[in-house]
Antibody, heavy 118, light 111 residues
Framework: EVQLLGSGGGLEQPGGSLRLSCAAS????????MSWVRQAPGKGLEWVSSISESGISTFYADSVKGRFTISRDNSKNTLYLQMNSLRVEDTAVYYC???????????WGQGTLVTVSS | QSALTQPASVSGSPGQSITVSCTGSSSDVGGNNCVSWFQQYPGKAPKLITY???NRPSGVSNRFSGSKSGNTASLTISGLQAEDEADYYC???????????FGTGTEVTVL
């Protein structure tokens, strides 16, 4: 059974940093690209970032480029999102996904809440 | 990249068919076939229901069907059931092929 368990969320002040983790199990992690998608409270979905299977290629939404860094450790089956210079508008539930958004077997984890507030 | 445009809400009676539209541009929906639809229940993670415009993953009911014409994609739910009451989001890759845009979301209500 595929499982994606997000962690690392919480309350942070504007300008602060957080690192999200997504622990994967139930599939061969290194064979899949991974992504982060967020959803502000009561709002729609927003693609944040994706990373290739090897981790060599990374892609970002303009809204987070230069502030967020996606990475992965294939030996630990874990995906990361380092979030710096946090803004109030970064407040959202952050979902990690197995696979690219367009793929036939994309699967979403349960999400972790990030709140940015003073 | 602006969000794709969806109606805020669509409703129908049990057994009816409804269609949810998703309008973008030639830089996203109209420029490729990587349109997907996701179903989301309150407080839950989204679930894939169609990909590559009109394909269904295994396990998804054939009451869900996707299509596209020009810059507008559509999701049709036939034989509407109470369990179909949820939020639905379209998505498309962009012209770069490496970034994605989602729709604004549609709340489907079964009357």
């Amino acid at each position: 059974e595929v499982q994606l368990l997000g962690s690392g969320g919480g309350l942070e002040q504007p300008g602060g940093s957080l690192r999200l983790s997504c622990a994967a199990s139930g599939f061969t992690f290194s064979n899949y690209a991974m992504s982060w998608v967020r959803q502000a409270p009561g709002k729609g979905l927003e693609w944040v970032s994706s990373i290739s299977e090897s981790g060599i290629s990374t892609f970002y939404a303009d809204s987070v480029k230069g502030r967020f860094t996606i990475s992965r450790d294939n030996s630990k089956n874990t995906l990361y999102l380092q979030m710096n210079s946090l803004r109030v508008e970064d407040t959202a539930v952050y979902y990690c996904t197995k696979g690219r958004i367009k793929e036939s077997d994309v699967f979403w984890g349960q999400g972790t809440l990030v709140t940015v507030s003073s | 990249q602006s969000a794709l445009t969806q109606p805020a809400s669509v409703s129908g009676s049990p057994g009816q068919s409804i269609t949810v539209s998703c309008t973008g541009s030639s830089s996203d929906v109209g420029g490729n076939n990587c349109v997907s639809w996701f179903q989301q229940y309150p407080g839950k993670a989204p679930k894939l229901i169609t990909y590559e415009v009109s394909n269904r993953p295994s396990g998804v009911s054939n009451r869900f069907s996707g299509s596209k014409s020009g810059n507008t994609a559509s999701l049709t739910i036939s034989g509407l059931q109470a369990e179909d009451e949820a939020d639905y989001y379209c998505s498309s890759c962009t012209s770069s092929g490496t970034s994605y845009v989602f729709g604004t979301g549609t709340e489907v209500t079964v009357l």
